[in-house]
Nanobody, 123 residues
Framework: QVQLVESGGGLVQAGGSLRLSCAAS????????MGWFRQAPGKEREFVAT????????SYSDSAKGRFTISRDNAKNTVALQMNSLKPEDTAVYYC????????????????WGQGTQVTVSS
């Protein structure tokens, strides 16, 4: 399994931006497609964005499309989520996840997870 550590969460006003980062260690990073998910209190974990092993395939949730950008740096074993035009409904714990092989939008397909980072957007 690959170990994942997220950073970059915090408190921001609506309309602001945050950049989340996830550092991976332990296995060959390019063997893994990566994803970002989020979970708000009382809600199920939901898909935000995913990127393929070499970045050629990217998908976003409808809520993230046009506002968030996922990217990865295979030389640094990191994946990032740039979040712009943040809304109060984006408030959640954001998780980085890894799965061997192709991308997926389903949390159950990912075998490695970070501890999560809190994002709070005030109105």
């Amino acid at each position: 399994q690959v170990q994942l550590v997220e950073s970059g969460g915090g408190l921001v006003q609506a309309g602001g931006s945050l950049r989340l980062s996830c550092a991976a260690s332990g296995r060959t990073f390019t063997a893994y497609a990566m994803g970002w998910f989020r979970q708000a209190p009382g809600k199920e974990r939901e898909f935000v964005a995913t990127i393929s092993r070499y970045g050629s395939t990217i998908s976003y949730s409808d809520s993230a499309k046009g506002r968030f950008t996922i990217s990865r740096d295979n030389a640094k074993n990191t994946v990032a989520l740039q979040m712009n035009s943040l809304k109060p409904e984006d408030t959640a714990v954001y998780y980085c996840a890894a799965r061997q092989g192709s991308t997926s939008k389903f949390p159950s397909d990912f075998g490695s997870w970070g501890q999560g980072t809190q994002v709070t957007v005030s109105s």
